[in-house]
């Protein structure tokens, strides 16, 4: 029987994974207080958490040495990526006003069942894992294909948001719409960029974190800049 030590060989990125963990529930907490009867402040508290969590989740994909145990921590942290999604999505529909969605118009209530589901699907993607130096990658197609056709989905439902935004905001509206869209779309290009260099072979330490922190950090930013709360 492997013992705990056996079990995780913490990777040298791991100080690198605590500082940015640290970092994002920082954030998140303070917005929060803040104003915790705001929409936008729960809902950046919400995205902030899921985005430490991941990160952490990160961590022991790259320090598990144990593919069963690996395994169910990527079906956990693909679960939380796409609820992060449906959470970021939600946020970009509130600033600077409440657009609402652009699916599920006439349901809304219907929105977080459904993103959920899709979450729980997509784990069902998860089988066999390779292992490089930088910790365990998926060895089936069909969950890259999923996520990136979900992060697809999420960046045109942002765009869709945007663009149904602009014709009523004046300036400084239309900057705030456009920060929180960048913001919201930047950690889906370097998971990306990470994911297709894996897959065409190049190592690379599998940080997607350092997107999600860029993003915490401009939202904060963004929120108490313009007075979102």
């Given at each position: 029987m492997l013992s705990q030590a056996d079990m995780i060989e913490l990777s040298s990125l791991a100080p690198v994974f605590l500082t940015i963990t640290v970092i994002e529930l920082a954030l998140g907490v303070y917005i929060l207080r803040k104003g915790f009867g705001s929409p936008v402040n729960r809902l950046f508290f919400w995205f902030s958490l899921l985005a430490a969590v991941g990160n952490m989740l990160d961590l022991l994909m790259?320090?598990?040495?144990?593919?069963?145990?690996?395994?169910?921590?990527y079906r956990v942290l693909i679960f939380l990526l796409i609820i992060e999604l449906g959470v970021a999505y939600r946020l970009s529909a509130l600033v600077p006003y409440d657009s609402g969605l652009v699916v599920l118009r006439k349901n809304s209530k219907?929105?977080?069942?459904?993103v959920t589901i899709a979450a729980f699907l997509?784990?069902?993607?998860?089988?066999?894992?390779?292992?490089?130096?930088?910790?365990?990658?998926?060895?089936?197609p069909l969950t890259s294909v999923g996520l990136i056709f979900c992060m697809i989905v999420y960046m045109v439902l942002l765009t869709i948001t945007l663009r149904r935004k602009m014709a009523r905001l004046d300036k400084k509206g239309l900057r705030q719409a456009e920060l929180l869209t960048f913001a919201l779309?930047?950690?889906i290009s370097v998971m990306v960029i990470i994911m297709a260099m894996t897959e065409v072979g190049v190592v690379i330490p599998r940080m997607f974190g350092l997107g999600e922190v860029v993003s915490v950090i401009v939202l904060s930013y963004g929120i108490m800049r313009y007075d979102l709360m």
């Open positions: 790259a320090s598990l040495t144990v593919e069963s145990l690996a395994a169910w921590t219907a929105f977080a069942p459904l997509m784990t069902l993607t998860v089988w066999d894992l390779n292992r490089d130096s930088y910790g365990w990658t998926s060895d089936v779309a930047f950690p």
